[in-house]
C-alpha cells in the first residue's frame, strides 16, 4: 500500500509578490531525508515520520507544495542533479475537487520522467523534451479552487538516491 508523506507541519500558502506572482521552489534530498535520525522532515497522517532507510517505495507519494484556493499554476519543472532509483516520477495531484478539472491526476504535469537520467524536464511540452497531460478544455493550466497539494508519485521500484529541485509558477488571482 502506499505511503502519502508531506512536508511536516506546512499549511496551505505560497509566497507572491504585490501583482500577485507565485514561484514555488522544492529541493528534494532524498538520501538527506534516509539519514535522518530524529525531527523528521516529512510526516505521515500529521505524525512525524522518518523515512525507511529504502527511501520512499514504489507507488508512494510525496506532497511537494500545498497550495490555497485561488492560484492558478501556469508552469514548472524539475532538474535531476543525481539519478535516482525509481523507474520515473510523475508530477500531478491527487484530488478529484480541488481544481477546474474535474478528476484526480497523479501525471497532471509530468508523465513518466526518467528519474534515472540528470537534467532539466519542463512541464511545458515545447521542445519535446518534457511531459505533460494536456487537458483540451483547460491546456496545462490549473487553477486550485480548494486547497490542493501537488504531489510527486515514485514509480517502479524503491527510491533511495534521488536528488532533485522543483519548480513552479502562476499567480495568486483571487
Not at 106 to 113: P, V
Request: glycine content about 8%; aromatic content about 12%.
Amino acid at each position: 500500500m502506499a505511503t502519502t508523506y508531506n512536508y511536516y507541519k506546512e499549511g496551505y500558502a505560497v509566497p507572491y509578490d504585490a501583482f500577485g506572482y507565485v514561484l514555488l521552489r522544492r529541493h528534494l534530498d532524498v538520501p538527506a531525508l534516509i539519514a535522518e535520525s530524529q525531527n523528521s522532515s516529512l510526516e505521515v497522517s500529521s505524525v512525524r515520520t522518518l523515512l525507511p532507510s529504502t527511501g520512499f517505495a514504489s507507488t508512494d507519494i510525496l506532497n511537494i507544495w500545498r497550495v490555497p484556493a485561488g492560484v492558478l499554476l501556469l508552469g514548472g519543472g524539475v532538474r535531476v542533479t543525481t539519478l535516482g532509483t525509481a523507474t520515473s516520477i510523475d508530477v500531478g495531484h491527487a484530488s478529484a475537487t480541488a481544481t477546474m478539472v474535474t478528476t484526480a491526476e497523479h501525471d497532471r504535469w509530468a508523465t513518466a520522467i526518467a528519474s534515472t537520467a540528470t537534467g532539466y524536464f519542463n512541464f511545458d511540452a515545447e521542445d519535446g523534451n518534457e511531459w505533460v497531460a494536456y487537458d483540451s478544455d483547460y491546456g496545462i493550466r490549473t487553477l486550485s479552487i480548494a486547497n490542493l497539494s501537488i504531489d510527486v508519485t515514485f514509480n517502479g521500484a524503491a527510491e533511495s538516491t534521488l536528488i532533485a529541485d522543483f519548480f513552479m509558477w502562476g499567480y495568486k488571482v483571487y
